[in-house]
C-alpha cells in the first residue's frame, strides 16, 4: 500500500491542471510544465482533487504510484512558487559572476568556466560568493545546481569549493609530524 500514492492533491484557484490522455499539462503564474504518465498509472482530476491509481498490485506498479503522485505536486508547487537552491563558494580568490545570461565562475583554474543558463533555468548572484539557481522544474534546478557544485566540490581539508549552503563538510585533520 502506498502511503504517498494515495494522497489525493488539491489544485489550488491559480493554477490549471489539463489531462489529455496519459500527458498531464500544469499551467500556472510561474509558467507551465507537462509530463508522460505511465501506461500502468491512471490520473484523475475531479473538482480540484488529482488523484492517482494503479491497475494492479504488481511490483513496478507500486512504486511509480508514489513516484507518479510525487512528480504531479512537484508541478503544481513549481508552477505556482519557483523552487530554489542555493550555493555557497569558499576559497581565496574563488568567485561568481553573472554576465547576461552567462554565468563565470573564477575557481583557481588558469581560465574562467562560463556556464550558460538552460531553458527554464536562471541563476543569481547576490554577491561574488553565492550563487541562487532558480527555476520551476525541480528536477531542473537540482540537476543545473549539481552541474555548478561539479565544476569545484568541496575539499575536505581546507574547505575550498563550491557547496550547497545547507551541506555541512566534515574536514579532515591532514598529516602530522612525528
Request: hydrophobic letters at 30%; a positive charge; glycine letters at 10%.
Amino acid at each position: 500500500m502506498s502511503r504517498i500514492g494515495n494522497k489525493p492533491i488539491t489544485v489550488p484557484e491559480n493554477v490549471e491542471v489539463k489531462l489529455d490522455g496519459q500527458k498531464i499539462t500544469v499551467k500556472g503564474p510561474k509558467g507551465t510544465l507537462e509530463r508522460e504518465v505511465h501506461n500502468n498509472i491512471s490520473v484523475k482530476l475531479e473538482n480540484g482533487v488529482i488523484t492517482v491509481e494503479r491497475h494492479n498490485d504488481e511490483k513496478e506498479n507500486k512504486s511509480l504510484h508514489g513516484l507518479t503522485r510525487s512528480l504531479i505536486n512537484n508541478m503544481i508547487q513549481g508552477v505556482s512558487q519557483e523552487y530554489t537552491k542555493q550555493l555557497e563558494i569558499n576559497g581565496v580568490g574563488y568567485r561568481a559572476a553573472k554576465q547576461g545570461k552567462t554565468l563565470v565562475l573564477t575557481l583557481g583554474y588558469s581560465h574562467p568556466i562560463k556556464m550558460e543558463e538552460p531553458e527554464g533555468i536562471t541563476y543569481e548572484v547576490p554577491n561574488p560568493n553565492s550563487i541562487i539557481v532558480k527555476g520551476i522544474d525541480k528536477e531542473l534546478v537540482g540537476q543545473m545546481a549539481a552541474e555548478v557544485r561539479k565544476q569545484r566540490p568541496p575539499e575536505v581539508y581546507r574547505g575550498k569549493g563550491i557547496k550547497y549552503v545547507d551541506e555541512h563538510i566534515r574536514r579532515k585533520e591532514g598529516k602530522t609530524g612525528k
